[in-house]
């Protein structure tokens, strides 16, 4: 349980005209399972009131997509998580495009976009795919041997760590490093709470390995972490920069994608008539995967902060307000999506809020996507169905929906 003073104790007085929600979205019991509270919050309006931490609340698609288009009212120069970076100093130097909002923004974003772009996948593809099929076949071996697969642990852990950071040209050594500090950097969006403690003080060896490997001598030349030092060179950003949007791609590029893949995974699993399909027509992989993520979103929410006082959906917001927006709760809006809480692999569920939406929307979604579509794709081509051989464990995050494990049976087709 938490500790008193770093959970949400106090309660502010609700701005009048805004609906109340008392839920507390960083508690175990909501973590565990947000999708009835989602619903209670797009029932309660497109903007609502959470005292406990004295924040609004977007839960609609309309409210969270109008929230993440409007980026000079609602910013994230002054955090992104519930901290306000106005008030409070940010736990470690604010990301350049994460926590920066334009002109500075638009520099470090059109660096990473150019180094994530659709024309880098095809350079990746082969090997990405290559690595998929390794991978499973490594583990339809160990399975033959009577070992059980873990999904997680095995699967949708190893497949992102091999992959990202050989893209980036990060050395073999010590990776589930990555892991940790991805946990911990998740944690921090939420309160201080004695989740965040945990990851914090279990991250605590791993910051000095993740800093040494934002340096250009620690980088592969030619990966995509020399090629933000190459920017520098040409003189896009400062050298002075080029360690900080490294560190961008080591805290977001695994464990939203190895969350991504296992969510899909267990959707799948669970869902044994939509992994026929897939099976029976591979080239549902892609839209598979974006389904899994509205269905399942990795990242579950995020937040602003109002640059001046506004007014949203009718709702009145002073200056310097929080505002979270919860990206899994509108991507299950039935004002938006029919029959919402199926998932359907037929589906094309174009506008999803997983990768956030407007000039923050996720940089690195084409190399994300590119993941996902070779997993789903090896493991239909392999299997004709994934058994549950025991309950998937989940992995509470402020932030994102994770797994721990995931014992399946793979049943070679
Ligand atoms: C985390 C950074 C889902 C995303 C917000 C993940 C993320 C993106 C960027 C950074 C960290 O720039 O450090």
Redesign the pocket.
């Known amino acids: 349980m938490n500790t008193p003073t770093l959970d949400a104790t106090t309660t502010t007085a609700p701005p009048a005209g805004v609906p109340v929600v008392d839920i507390d979205p960083f508690s175990d019991a909501f973590l565990t399972d947000p999708y009835e509270a989602h619903q209670r919050m797009r029932e309660a309006g497109p903007v609502v009131w959470i005292p406990a931490y004295g924040i609004y609340a977007c839960a609609r698609h309309a409210s969270v997509h109008a929230v993440f288009n409007d980026h000079a009212t609602y910013i994230s120069g002054a955090g ?1 998580g519930l901290a306000n970076f106005h008030k409070e100093a940010p736990f470690r130097p604010k ?1 350049l ?2 926590e920066a909002d334009p002109p500075s923004h638009t520099k470090a974003r059109a660096v990473l976009a150019r180094i994530l772009s659709p024309k880098t996948v095809m350079q990746i593809r082969a090997t990405f795919t290559a690595e998929a099929g390794t991978l499973i076949d490594r583990l339809q071996a160990r399975q033959a041997t009577g070992e059980t697969i873990d999904a997680v642990k095995d699967l949708a852990e190893v497949y992102p760590l091999k992959v990202f950071p050989d893209a980036v040209g990060v050395g073999e050594a010590q990776r589930e490093n990555l892991l940790l500090y991805g946990d911990m ?1 998740f944690n921090s969006f939420g309160p201080r709470n004695e989740r965040l403690q945990k990851s914090a003080e279990l991250v605590q060896p791993v910051t000095a390995w993740i800093m040494a490997h934002c340096q250009r001598e620690n980088l592969r030349p030619g990966g995509f972490g020399d090629l933000i030092y190459q920017a520098a060179d040409a003189g896009e950003i400062t050298h002075e920069e080029a360690p900080l949007l490294v ?2 791609f080591l ?2 590029g695994v464990d ?1 994608t190895v969350n991504g893949i296992g969510n899909a995974i267990l959707c799948l699993a669970r869902h044994p008539d939509q992994y026929a399909q897939l099976h029976a027509d591979h080239a549902l992989a892609r839209p598979a995967f974006e389904e899994a993520l509205r269905f399942e979103s990795s ?1 579950q929410t ?1 937040f602003r902060t109002t640059s001046q006082d506004t007014e949203l959906f009718g709702v009145p917001i002073p200056k310097d307000s929080k505002i979270v927006t919860f990206l899994a709760a509108a991507n299950r809006d039935e004002r938006q999506w029919p029959e919402p809480d199926r998932f359907n692999i037929q589906r094309r569920p174009a506008g999803h809020m997983a990768f956030g939406s407007g000039i923050h929307g ?1 940089v690195g979604q084409v190399v994300a996507r590119l993941e996902g579509e070779v997993v789903l794709t090896a493991l239909a081509k392999r299997f004709s169905r994934i058994e549950l051989v025991g309950e998937p464990q989940r992995r509470l995050n402020n932030t994102l929906r994770a797994l721990a494990s995931m014992p399946v049976r793979l049943i070679p087709a």
Do not use: G
Request: hydrophobic share 55%; with cysteine.
């Open positions: 992104v990301s495009i994460l950097i560190r961008s805290s977001a939203t990242v995020f996720c």
